[in-house]
């Protein structure tokens, strides 16, 4: 009894899915080692069955005539729709080839054009930012010019202070009643006020000339930096640039497209580069604004200083003329004392010499009433010549006792004029001494303003 069998499926049936074809060989270098004799495919012998079992076998395996018309049928078309799928995929291909090719050069072309107008901004701020540091290097300069002005004028000022200062120290060996608490002792100590004063602005404003000097630097060191990465990336990018299919240069690197090293983009890189611009700006016009207040503060000082000092020496030469004047005086007082010592000295040798004249007087008269006092008995008689006599002596006596006090009168006044003479000589030593001191010592070391920085801006 034989068994029914169902005839294997034939790939070309309808409805069938044929298995793709595949060049399954071995090429001459072994490329496709799996496909060798080890991976071919053994059928299985017909003699080596029994013949009843082969004649069963060939008439199961076998197809119909329809079967192999149709197989060949799906043959053709497979092999047509092959060759159709195959050109189009040809005729696509060359499209996108030229298609990328065009789109290629186009693309390469606009990362030229990006590339040149890159290095035009790049140029733009790189000129615009080698502008800014050589007005920044300009300013700076003056900046420091007028630091040196300052330090210069502050340096000056010790000069008129130790002047001010000798002179307030050698007024103090005038003698006496010179000694005196006078308008030029003011002055010149209202002069040490204003050159004192006048040194702590200008150190003062030293302080800030140094700190906006500090700020004036920090912007051009921010500007030189973004100058030197402009430089950096200008030749970066000219390079580029310069860069073509060509090129020598050129490598394959891949992935660098998925990095992204960029830290800014063209709006926040050209605020940096303005920014930078900006801030040395206001740098500038800050440090300009000082320069003009060092000008003003140095003719301010000057003018304070050079108003102190000629009040001083205005105050000197009033004072001067003042001593001069007492002394003139003095030396006339001196002279007329001096002459009226002299005279007084003579009228008492006068008054001396008319006291001595009247002992001869007063001795006749004296012995003339002892002579008459040995007239004998009755003869002693007050007779005229005896009141007279009497009235002689007496008269003599007042007369002595007048000039002995007028004598002592002017021996008083001559000690007087004595006393007042060295009086009036010590006095003059003092106003010597006074005018040697503010005219010799001082008003000569006053001649000129020793500030000479300071003197220009008068």
């Given at each position: 009894?034989?068994?029914?069998?169902?005839?294997?499926?034939?790939?070309?049936?309808?409805?069938?899915?044929?298995?793709?074809?595949?060049?399954?060989?071995?090429?001459?270098?072994?490329?496709?080692?799996?496909?060798?004799?080890?991976?071919?495919?053994?059928?299985?012998?017909?003699?080596?069955?029994?013949?009843?079992?082969?004649?069963?076998?060939?008439?199961?395996?076998?197809?119909?005539?329809?079967?192999?018309?149709?197989?060949?049928?799906?043959?053709?078309?497979?092999?047509?729709?092959?060759?159709?799928?195959?050109?189009?995929?040809?005729?696509?291909?060359?499209?996108?080839?030229?298609?990328?090719?065009?789109?290629?050069?186009?693309?390469?072309?606009?990362?030229?054009?990006?590339?040149?107008?890159?290095?035009?901004?790049?140029?733009?701020?790189?000129?615009?930012?080698?502008?800014?540091?050589?007005?920044?290097?300009?300013?700076?300069?003056?900046?420091?010019?007028?630091?040196?002005?300052?330090?210069?004028?502050?340096?000056?000022?010790?000069?008129?202070?130790?002047?001010?200062?000798?002179?307030?120290?050698?007024?103090?060996?005038?003698?006496?009643?010179?000694?005196?608490?006078?308008?030029?002792?003011?002055?010149?100590?209202?002069?040490?006020?204003?050159?004192?004063?006048?040194?702590?602005?200008?150190?003062?404003?030293?302080?800030?000339?140094?700190?906006?000097?500090?700020?004036?630097?920090?912007?051009?060191?921010?500007?030189?930096?973004?100058?030197?990465?402009?430089?950096?990336?200008?030749?970066?990018?000219?390079?580029?640039?310069?860069?073509?299919?060509?090129?020598?240069?050129?490598?394959?690197?891949?992935?660098?497209?998925?990095?992204?090293?960029n830290v800014s983009i063209p709006e926040t890189w050209s605020d940096n580069?303005?920014?930078?611009?900006?801030?040395?700006?206001?740098?500038?016009?800050?440090?300009?604004?000082?320069?003009?207040?060092?000008?003003?503060?140095?003719?301010?000082?000057?003018?304070?200083?050079?108003?102190?000092?000629?009040?001083?020496?205005?105050?000197?030469?009033?004072?001067?003329?003042?001593?001069?004047?007492?002394?003139?005086?003095?030396?006339?007082?001196?002279?007329?004392?001096?002459?009226?010592?002299?005279?007084?000295?003579?009228?008492?040798?006068?008054?001396?010499?008319?006291?001595?004249?009247?002992?001869?007087?007063?001795?006749?008269?004296?012995?003339?009433?002892?002579?008459?006092?040995?007239?004998?008995?009755?003869?002693?008689?007050?007779?005229?010549?005896?009141?007279?006599?009497?009235?002689?002596?007496?008269?003599?006596?007042?007369?002595?006792?007048?000039?002995?006090?007028?004598?002592?009168?002017?021996?008083?006044?001559?000690?007087?004029?004595?006393?007042?003479?060295?009086?009036?000589?010590?006095?003059?030593?003092?106003?010597?001494?006074?005018?040697?001191?503010?005219?010799?010592?001082?008003?000569?070391?006053?001649?000129?303003?020793?500030?000479?920085?300071?003197?220009?801006?008068?």
């Amino acid at each position: 009894m034989y068994h029914s069998h169902n005839a294997p499926r034939s790939y070309n049936s309808i409805g069938s899915t044929a298995p793709p074809i595949v060049n399954n060989y071995l090429d001459s270098h072994g490329l496709n080692p799996g496909l060798g004799n080890s991976g071919s495919t053994n059928f299985p012998s017909i003699y080596d069955s029994k013949p009843t079992a082969s004649a069963r076998m060939a008439n199961y395996t076998r197809y119909s005539p329809g079967d192999w018309a149709s197989s060949n049928m799906s043959h053709y078309n497979a092999a047509d729709n092959s060759r159709n799928n195959s050109e189009r995929i040809r005729h696509e291909a060359i499209r996108l080839i030229r298609d990328r090719d065009e789109k290629t050069v186009l693309t390469q072309r606009d990362a030229d054009r990006r590339i040149g107008e890159r290095i035009h901004d790049i140029s733009f701020w790189r000129s615009e930012i080698q502008a800014e540091v050589e007005r920044n290097m300009n300013e700076a300069h003056q900046l420091m010019d007028a630091r040196k002005n300052l330090e210069r004028a502050l340096a000056e000022t010790e000069g008129p202070l130790r002047i001010t200062s000798e002179n307030i120290y050698n007024r103090e060996g005038r003698k006496g009643i010179d000694l005196v608490n006078d308008n030029v002792e003011n002055a010149l100590m209202g002069e040490v006020d204003t050159i004192k004063s006048s040194q702590t602005r200008l150190k003062k404003q030293l302080e800030s000339v140094n700190h906006q000097l500090g700020i004036v630097r920090n912007t051009r060191h921010q500007l030189e930096r973004d100058l030197a990465n402009k430089d950096n990336a200008l030749s970066i990018d000219h390079t580029c640039h310069q860069m073509k299919n060509t090129s020598r240069m050129i490598n394959l690197h891949g992935g660098i497209d998925k990095i992204d090293p960029n830290v800014s983009i063209p709006e926040t890189w050209s605020d940096n580069s303005n920014r930078n611009i900006q801030e040395s700006q206001t740098a500038r016009s800050h440090s300009q604004r000082m320069r003009s207040d060092v000008d003003n503060n140095l003719t301010n000082c000057a003018n304070d200083m050079w108003s102190a000092w000629n009040n001083s020496n205005t105050n000197f030469q009033q004072r001067i003329s003042e001593t001069h004047d007492a002394h003139h005086k003095l030396q006339n007082h001196l002279s007329k004392t001096m002459q009226e010592i002299y005279d007084q000295e003579k009228y008492i040798e006068h008054l001396k010499k008319a006291i001595r004249d009247k002992a001869a007087p007063l001795k006749v008269s004296q012995s003339r009433l002892e002579a008459r006092t040995h007239r004998p008995d009755i003869e002693l008689c007050r007779d005229p010549p005896h009141h007279r006599l009497i009235e002689e002596v007496s008269q003599i006596q007042e007369s002595v006792d007048l000039l002995n006090r007028k004598l002592n009168e002017a021996e008083n006044s001559h000690q007087d004029l004595l006393i007042n003479k060295n009086r009036l000589e010590h006095d003059l030593k003092v106003k010597s001494n006074s005018l040697f001191i503010d005219r010799e010592k001082c008003l000569s070391s006053r001649k000129s303003f020793p500030v000479v920085s300071l003197a220009t801006k008068l």
